[in-house]
């Protein structure tokens, strides 16, 4: 990824991935890659669905490039964003995971388990998630597929 590219990735949390959050949002800004976080903003109790839409609807919309969200499990962020039509949200707890769902995939939200992914993992998840390429062809034809 272009730290020159003013497109902001977006990234949300709940409370259980709320200081995983925080630690990305460091290294983000550390990298000078351009973000807006849409929350949570304390690791008091809240429900995922509240920042998992806004997020969402910011990458379909084109307002952010991708989206990163973290919960604890990282499967209430991953069905939350996938109920949004341009949204295609996957779980990836490593990094031969991020780099197909790109891939393959065309994945535009990576949704991080942070009760199961310590801060190294998911950075190294992040570095293949952002900077991988769709790489079209037969894949392309898959995904057109996906919208019902």
Not at 110 to 120: G, K, S, Y
């Amino acid at each position: 990824m272009n730290p020159d590219d003013e497109v902001p990735v977006a990234i949300c949390s709940d409370h259980a991935g709320y200081e995983l959050k925080e630690f990305i949002c460091d290294w983000l800004a550390e990298k000078q890659i351009p973000f807006k976080n849409f929350g949570t903003y304390s690791p008091d109790s809240c429900d995922y669905s509240d920042f998992a839409h806004p997020l969402a609807e910011a990458v379909e919309e084109e307002e952010c490039k991708m989206g990163i969200a973290i919960c604890g499990s990282g499967q209430g962020m991953t069905i939350t964003v996938n109920k949004h039509a341009g949204i295609r949200g996957t779980l990836c707890w490593n990094p031969e995971i991020a780099r197909l769902a790109r891939q393959h995939n065309d994945a535009n939200v990576c949704c991080l388990p942070a009760r199961f992914i310590n801060r190294e993992e998911a950075v190294k998840v992040l570095e293949i998630f952002m900077n991988t390429d769709f790489e079209g062809g037969r894949h392309q034809t898959r995904i057109d597929k996906i919208p019902v």
